[in-house]
């Protein structure tokens, strides 16, 4: 158990749907990532938020839209994606710009696969 | 931008036996850290090292050690007394910090995925 735990685990869309990938941690992070694992790409940095701000958006199409309500909490909405976008999506946190440099702590990501 | 380049794909060592797997970076920054992070087969993402740049001692945890060549831009991790739980994707990263000290973005190579036989 890392301290930050993803829900759901695994997940099975159509090109159709609307889902919300949801991150959360409780080790007083200030910092939280979502990162892309495919075979192709292995962990592609997508966003980054620092203090609830986005401080990096890897050119990562509009269909995924990150939310980060506070730094506790980070959510990505999926909408209309393709069957390309299947793979693991991992959520980390980390101290961030308001601490001292530290480890990134990861989730157990979850599954998407989209049909 | 920051890259990380780990050149070996797969590698495989004989329990009991050293290994040491290879990673080398590119950045104009000067304060950052390094991670060595192993994923294993549930997929959870477990760190296994990390080096402050500032720092000219190079770390180790119990039987994992780094080479840490700052100038060469060139971070091994050396397995020492291998056991079959090792056997994992390995992945190199690089956290750029902040002048405050504060961490960015972690970026990392493509893996090597290592396998410990009996």
């Known amino acids: 158990e890392t301290g930050v735990t993803q829900t759901p685990r695994h997940l099975v869309m159509g090109m159709t749907n609307k889902k919300s990938l949801k991150c959360e941690q409780h080790?007083?992070?200030?910092?939280m990532y979502w990162y892309k694992q495919s075979a192709k790409k292995p962990l592609e940095l997508m966003f980054v938020?620092?203090?609830?701000?986005?401080?990096e958006n890897n050119s990562v199409p509009s269909r995924f839209s990150p939310e980060c309500p506070n730094s506790s909490h980070l959510f990505l909405h999926l909408h209309t994606l393709q069957p390309e976008d299947s793979a693991l999506y991992l959520c980390?946190?980390?101290?961030?710009?308001?601490?001292?440099?530290?480890?990134?702590?990861f989730g157990q990501g979850t599954r998407l696969t989209v049909v | 931008a920051q890259t990380v380049t780990q050149s070996q794909p797969e590698m495989s060592v004989q329990e009991a036996e050293t290994v040491t797997l290879s990673c080398t970076y590119d950045?104009?920054?000067?304060?950052?850290?390094l991670f060595w992070y192993k994923q294993p087969p549930s997929r959870q993402m477990i760190l296994v090292i990390r080096?402050?740049?500032?720092?000219?001692q190079n770390a180790t945890e119990n039987r994992f050690s780094v080479n840490f060549q700052k100038a060469a831009k060139s971070f091994s991790l050396k397995i020492s007394d291998s056991q079959l739980g090792d056997t994992a994707m390995y992945f190199c990263?690089?956290?750029?910090?902040?002048?405050?000290?504060?961490?960015?973005?972690?970026?990392f190579g493509k893996g090597t995925k290592l396998t410990v036989n009996p």
């Open positions: 980390a946190s980390s101290q961030g710009r308001g601490g001292w440099g530290t480890e990134a702590f």
């Open positions: 080790l007083g992070h200030n910092a």
């Open positions: 938020y620092n203090f609830k701000e986005q401080t």
């Open positions: 950045t104009s920054e000067s304060n950052y850290y």
């Open positions: 080096q402050e740049a500032y720092k000219q």
């Open positions: 990263a690089f956290m750029k910090l902040t002048p405050q000290g504060g961490s960015e973005k972690l970026v």
